[in-house]
C-alpha cells in the first residue's frame, strides 16, 4: 500500500479522477440551480376583495370592489400564495384631505419571494363629508298589477320617512325615494307586502353608496273595484190607482254608484229607478225600490232606495154605480 501510494502514476490517476468527480458535481449544482430558475411561474387571482382604509367620519366613493392580483415566482410559492389567500389589497386614504385624489392599490403578506402586480395599480377617489338626511318615502306600485275591473284606492306606508345616509354630494342628488311593491299579476283584493327602498336620481338612475335606515317598509295597498257615481232618474211604470194622482216623485238617494269593468260603467250617465205607479195610495205615498244591477255591471250600490209621491186625491173620480 505504502508502494503505491509512493507511486507518481496513481498519484497522478487519483488526482485526476478526484478532478473529475469534482467538475461533474459542480456541473450538478449548476444545474439544479438553473432548474429551479426555469420552474418560476406566474398566476393572476381575479376578483379580489378591495379593503379601504379611511376615516369613519367621511364617505369615499370611486373605488372598485375588487382587483386582479397578478403574481410571479416559484411553484411552490405561488401555489401557496393561491391556496391561502392571505394576503390583502387595500387602499389608504387616512392621511388624505377631502376632494379627488388618485390612489395606488396596495399589497400586503405577500410573500418577498414573489413579484406581484395589481390590475388596476391606481384608483380615482372622492372623499366627502358624510351626511344624513331624512326623506319621505314614495310607494309605487304598478297598475298592471291588477285584475281588470279594479283599481288602487290607497297606497300607504310605514314608516313614512326613512334617513339616508352617504357623501354630500349623492344625498344633493336625491330626487326620488321609491318603496316599490312587485307581485303576480291579476290582484284583486287589498294586501300588505314589504318593499324595499331604493334613491333615485332626477332621470331615476339608482344612487350608490346610499346608506338607508330602514332598508325595507311595509306597503299597506287597499285595492277596490272600479266604480262611479251617477244621478238617479225616476220612471214611473204602470198605472196609478183609482181616486189619486201623482204630481211628482222624489227619493233622498241622489246618486247611485256603479261597479264593474271601466268600459262598461263609463258609459253610463245615469240610473233609471222605475217605481210602480200601482204601488201607492192615498194612505202609503212611499215605495222601496231593490236596484237592478245593469248590464255588464257587478254591483251598485246603495241596492235599494225609498221613492216617494206626491199625491192628490181626484175629487171628481167616481165611484162605479151597482
Do not use: C
Not at 379580489?48 to 410571479?72: Q, R
Not at 414573489?114 to 372622492?126: I, K
Not at 357623501?167 to 284583486?188: H, L, R, Y
Amino acid at each position: 500500500m505504502d508502494k503505491m501510494m509512493d507511486n507518481r502514476w496513481f498519484l497522478r490517476i487519483t488526482a485526476l479522477l478526484l478532478a473529475f468527480l469534482l467538475f461533474f458535481s459542480v456541473q450538478a449544482e449548476d444545474n439544479s440551480t438553473g432548474s429551479t430558475d426555469t420552474s418560476r411561474v406566474s398566476e393572476v387571482i381575479e376578483d379580489v376583495d378591495l379593503e379601504i382604509y379611511h376615516d369613519n367620519d367621511l364617505m369615499v366613493s370611486g373605488v372598485p370592489k375588487t382587483a386582479d392580483l397578478y403574481l410571479t415566482g416559484p411553484v411552490s410559492i405561488v401555489q401557496a400564495a393561491l391556496q391561502l389567500e392571505d394576503f390583502t389589497l387595500f387602499v389608504d386614504l387616512r392621511n388624505l384631505p377631502l376632494g379627488e385624489h388618485q390612489v395606488p392599490i396596495q399589497t400586503e403578506n405577500v410573500s418577498d419571494q414573489l413579484t406581484s402586480r395589481v390590475d388596476p395599480a391606481f384608483v380615482n377617489v372622492v372623499i366627502e363629508e358624510r351626511v344624513s338626511q331624512e326623506f319621505r318615502i314614495d310607494p309605487d306600485i304598478n297598475d298592471r298589477m291588477l285584475a281588470e275591473g279594479f283599481v288602487l284606492d290607497e297606497v300607504t306606508v310605514e314608516p313614512e320617512t326613512v334617513v339616508v345616509t352617504g357623501p354630500k354630494s349623492m344625498i344633493d342628488a336625491i330626487s326620488f325615494v321609491k318603496a316599490t311593491v312587485s307581485g303576480e299579476q291579476g290582484v284583486n283584493e287589498s294586501f300588505t307586502t314589504a318593499a324595499r327602498v331604493r334613491v333615485l336620481a332626477e332621470d331615476l338612475t339608482k344612487l350608490e353608496n346610499a346608506e338607508i335606515e330602514p332598508e325595507e317598509v311595509e306597503v299597506a295597498v287597499k285595492v277596490v273595484e272600479y266604480s262611479k257615481t251617477v244621478p238617479v232618474r225616476i220612471e214611473a211604470t204602470g198605472n196609478v190607482g183609482v181616486g189619486i194622482s201623482i204630481n211628482n216623485w222624489t227619493t233622498s238617494t241622489k246618486e247611485i254608484r256603479i261597479y264593474g269593468p271601466k268600459t262598461v260603467v263609463d258609459e253610463m250617465t245615469e240610473y233609471v229607478v222605475e217605481v210602480d205607479a200601482a204601488s201607492i195610495t192615498a194612505e202609503d205615498s212611499t215605495v222601496d225600490v231593490e236596484l237592478s244591477i245593469p248590464t255588464g255591471a257587478s254591483a251598485v250600490s246603495p241596492a235599494q232606495v225609498t221613492v216617494e209621491a206626491e199625491v192628490v186625491s181626484d175629487d171628481s173620480a167616481q165611484l162605479p154605480v151597482d
